[in-house]
């Protein structure tokens, strides 16, 4: 009808592929799709085209190998994410958005552990060399002395000084004993370089912890109001260092 040969037609759903693969965003599909449309156009230009077209050949087939070793290593990944309840709550509470597979990239180099009561776990005008989540219990945020507000469970703690590189704008301490979740600097930064899926949902992940902070600090708590007094959801929240 409009003069396309088979050659056409193959080629140009190749084409079609290539632009739906790209424009999915979980990996593994969009590794899945890229492979299937460099090996439809090496069908088609390996034996469809008047004559075989060796240097796209060669490219596309370099596309499905380095596709398809990426599939492995994303399928054998994801036959092992078995997660602990404690993560998945973690993951429910903190990390909502990011899916599975770069949050046990994430677990693979975080620490837990249980702060006592009254432990100062962030210094005012200090560099801290780490992010942390809290996981389970409460904490006061201190500006100069003066108590601001608390942090509790899911709440980030120094994710401000993690992306500008600053130094902390106030002190945290644990009002009970805390758990807590926390990645060193270098590491996070390492990880969030090599995946950039990772990056862009951990700045989006940020975005929206400080978004309910502003919310909850101007709205919410004031200085003076314990939030174990509080009847509501435990998403008390706070300015972080």
Not at 177 to 206: A, C, G, Q, R
Not at 216 to 222: A, C, I, Q, R, S
Request: aromatic share 10%.
């Amino acid at each position: 009808m409009f003069g396309l040969t088979l050659y056409d037609v193959v080629i140009n759903l190749s084409y079609l592929l290539f632009l739906v693969g790209f424009s999915l965003k979980d990996i593994l599909w969009l590794r899945i799709v890229i492979i299937i449309a460099a090996s439809t156009d090496i069908i088609g230009r390996a034996w469809l085209a008047p004559e075989p077209l060796y240097s796209d050949i060669i490219w596309c087939a370099f596309d499905v190998a380095v596709n398809g070793y990426q599939l492995a290593i994303i399928l054998r990944e994801r036959s092992t994410l078995n997660f602990s309840d404690e993560e998945k709550l973690l993951h429910t509470m903190a990390f909502r958005n990011i899916p599975e597979l770069q949050f046990r990239r994430l677990l693979n180099i975080s620490t837990r552990q249980t702060l006592p009561n009254a432990t100062t776990f962030v210094e005012q005008h200090s560099e801290l060399n780490s992010l942390i989540v809290i996981y389970d219990g409460l904490a006061k945020v201190e500006v100069d002395g003066a108590v601001v507000n608390y942090m509790r469970n899911g709440n980030f703690v120094g994710e401000i000084s993690f992306l500008t590189g600053n130094s902390t704008t106030a002190s945290v301490t644990t009002l009970m004993p805390t758990s807590i979740f926390s990645w060193k600097k270098s590491d996070l930064k390492e990880l969030m370089n090599k995946d950039s899926e990772l990056h862009m949902m951990m700045h989006s992940v940020f975005s929206a912890d400080l978004l309910l902070k502003l919310v909850n600090h101007t709205g919410g708590t004031t200085s003076n109001e314990h939030p174990v007094a509080r009847e509501d959801n435990g998403e008390v929240c706070a300015p972080s260092g």
